[in-house]
T-cell receptor, first 115, second 112 residues
């Protein structure tokens, strides 16, 4: 119930293409879903986040699509660039009815954008 | 506004020694989280602290690991009597209200 399943594990996209990464969850108490980008040797950087009352959120080339009934959310990277090559993590957290905002992370997707 | 500061960035310890990892949250942030990342894996929650209080330590191993966030100074993650399996990247994150978290660059611990 606490898991967040992320797919695919790795993804290769041509420059200018669309990268799509998917996540699914079980626990309906989750109410905050961020995406993080991590380069080798660096910490995760917050890209974009969404709450369940919104079906889509866009920031620049990054869009989160959220399907509450299916308990799924996805990250779309439009016009993918070589500089987007990194590992992407989805996460979920819930309001602290249990006293914590801890994140449950997906297992990560290693994206490579070919020049 | 400086980001989350972690030090040291790299730490090498021999088996049986103590490792002490420091985290200074972003200015104005009173919530601190510690996560561990094993090679080629995702991040696993360890502990959540607010000033002087441990809120959730459900991800902390029962032995050898402890964390604190004193009224003054950085948050400290302490690992006593380190073993090879403790080798990992340890990330600290801070948050102003609790849910939106900003991560530091991590401390990469190597146990030899």
């Amino acid at each position: 119930q606490q898991q967040v399943k992320q797919s695919p594990q790795s993804l290769i996209v041509q420059k200018g293409g669309i990268s799509i990464i998917n996540c699914a969850y079980e626990n309906t108490a989750f109410d905050y879903f961020p995406w993080y980008q991590q380069f080798p040797g660096k910490g995760p950087a917050l890209l974009i986040a969404i709450r369940p009352d919104v079906s889509e959120k866009k920031e620049g080339r990054f869009t989160i699509s959220f399907n509450k009934s299916a308990k799924q959310f996805s990250l779309h990277i439009m016009d993918s660039q070589p500089g987007d090559s990194a590992t992407y993590f989805c996460a979920a957290s819930m309001s602290p009815t249990s006293g914590t905002y801890k994140y449950i992370f997906g297992t990560g997707t290693r994206l490579k954008v070919l020049a | 506004n400086a980001g989350v500061m972690q030090n040291p960035r790299h730490l090498v310890r021999r088996r049986g020694q103590e490792a002490r990892l420091r985290c200074s949250p972003m200015k104005g942030h009173s919530h601190v989280y510690w996560y561990r990342q094993l090679p080629e894996e995702g991040l696993k929650f360890m502990v959540y602290l607010q000033k002087e209080n441990i809120i959730d330590e459900s991800g902390m191993p029962k032995e050898r690991f402890s964390a604190e966030f004193p009224k003054e100074g950085p948050s400290i993650l302490r690992i006593q009597q380190v073993v090879r399996g403790d080798s990992a990247a340890y990330f600290c994150a801070s948050s102003p209200q609790g849910q939106e978290a900003f991560f530091g660059q991590g401390t990469r611990l190597t146990v030899v």
